[in-house]
């Protein structure tokens, strides 16, 4: 957990994602003002269709135009909704790939490191059990090799700097 928060690709994956998530809630946003705006369109025009002052063809010709723009206030509303559900499947998809990438690195510096150090095995300590304990009871803190991945991972990326 602390080397996936901590390595550089994890950061830069996490802004893409974010970056990615606010095209998608500002084009969202858009459709939702449009649908609003076409809400109120209907409402006028239905109000119209029922103005008494107005003549006998100018109510049914608003009528025609409260229907039309019903029409249009429901395909607006279902578009939105599609958006916002092909882009939750989206995010998921992105979401995933990008920590599969991360995982992927880190894995093979957990395996390099080891190999390097001498270790048979490797234990992930941060996870949890049911209940919330961790699952390795014991371990030596001086064959915690966290840093040194973390170090390792983002050598790179401190050269670069």
């Known amino acids: 957990e602390r080397i996936f928060r901590e390595y550089y690709k994890s950061k830069i994956a996490e802004e893409l994602i974010k970056q990615q998530a606010q095209v998608y809630r500002n084009y969202l946003s858009r459709l939702e003002s449009e649908h609003k705006q076409l809400v109120e369109k209907a409402r006028k025009t239905r109000a119209d269709a029922q103005n008494l002052a107005l003549s006998a063809a100018e109510r049914q010709k608003a009528e025609e135009e409260a229907v039309a723009a019903a029409r249009a206030v ?15 499947v989206d995010m998921r998809a992105l979401q995933s790939k990008k920590r599969a990438e991360v995982l992927k690195d880190i894995q093979a510096q957990i395996a390099r490191s080891a190999a390097v150090l001498g270790y048979g095995f490797v234990l992930d300590y941060s996870g949890r059990t049911t209940n919330d304990r961790s699952s390795v009871l014991l371990y030596p803190p001086q064959r915690d090799f966290t840093n040194h991945v973390i170090s390792e991972l983002n050598r790179n990326q401190m050269k670069k700097k």
């Not at 429901?74 to 939750?88: G, H, V």
């Open 74 to 88: 429901s395909a607006k509303k279902a578009e939105a909704e599609l958006y916002a559900r092909e882009r939750a």
